[in-house]
């Protein structure tokens, strides 16, 4: 699989990641074909990309850890144009370490529907986990339609709670996940502070996309993003 490789970076990185987190063969090809490398670059440079699977650098920021879109084709949801949230969620609860290793480097499981009390309301939070390269809560709410600026608040009010709660001192700022059907790049951007870089929403995609769809979309995003630079 490796020598198929024609791009020698690209290689590389596969050959340092499948090292670094003793991947199976199978586990290796998963994530060859989910475009794990091209997806990466989607949010940073190649040579950040490459310095941290050679252990020279520890990632910083959200972006360098946390993929857009995720692939969660492990799940083996059939194909229905609607799905409740509960049942999402139950399914990556049934499959977390594949989860765990799509999200990326250095995640482990805190608690699923964790309650908290804000005076008389109680709220639960779909996923929190942590993550041990950024130091710091990382919370996942789940939503199997197209995001709302509401959506957004009710994220940035659980991560102002682990901010102001739960985290120690000496951590780093709480992670919100949105993890999402679809979303709307402009809203999302509208919605959240200009200095916000610790919300972030990610689309989730149920089935594993042929690689001509990826990089598609991945070509898409990088116009999209020379557009608004």
Request: glycine share 4%; aromatic share 8%; proline share 4%.
């Amino acid at each position: 699989m490796l020598i198929q490789i024609s791009d020698p970076d690209k290689r590389e990185y596969y050959e340092l990641e499948a090292a670094n987190n003793a991947w199976t063969g199978r586990e290796l090809e998963r994530q060859i074909n989910s475009q794990l490398y091209e997806r990466l670059l989607l949010s940073n440079d190649k040579e950040s990309v490459l310095a941290v699977a050679r252990k020279e650098r520890i990632p910083k920021t959200p972006q360098e850890v946390i993929k857009d879109p995720m692939v969660l084709e492990f799940l083996g949801l059939e194909r229905k144009p609607v799905y409740y949230e509960s049942d999402l969620e139950s399914e990556i609860l049934s499959h977390i370490t594949e989860f765990l290793l799509e999200l990326g480097k250095g995640f482990s499981f805190v608690a699923r529907q964790k309650r908290i009390m804000l005076e008389d309301d109680e709220f639960f939070i779909d996923l929190v986990l942590y993550n041990r390269m950024l130091r710091c809560f990382v919370i996942i709410e789940i939503k199997t339609g197209k995001i709302t600026h509401q959506d957004l608040g009710q994220l940035q009010m659980y991560v102002n709670y682990h901010d102001r709660i739960e985290k120690l001192p000496d951590e780093n700022p709480t992670i919100g996940i949105l993890l999402c059907a679809g979303k709307n790049d402009a809203a999302v951007k509208m919605t959240l502070p200009e200095n916000n870089k610790t919300i972030l929403a990610s689309e989730y995609k149920l089935y594993l996309p042929t690689t001509e769809q990826f990089v598609n979309e991945i070509n898409e995003a990088k116009e999209l993003a020379k557009r608004k630079n």
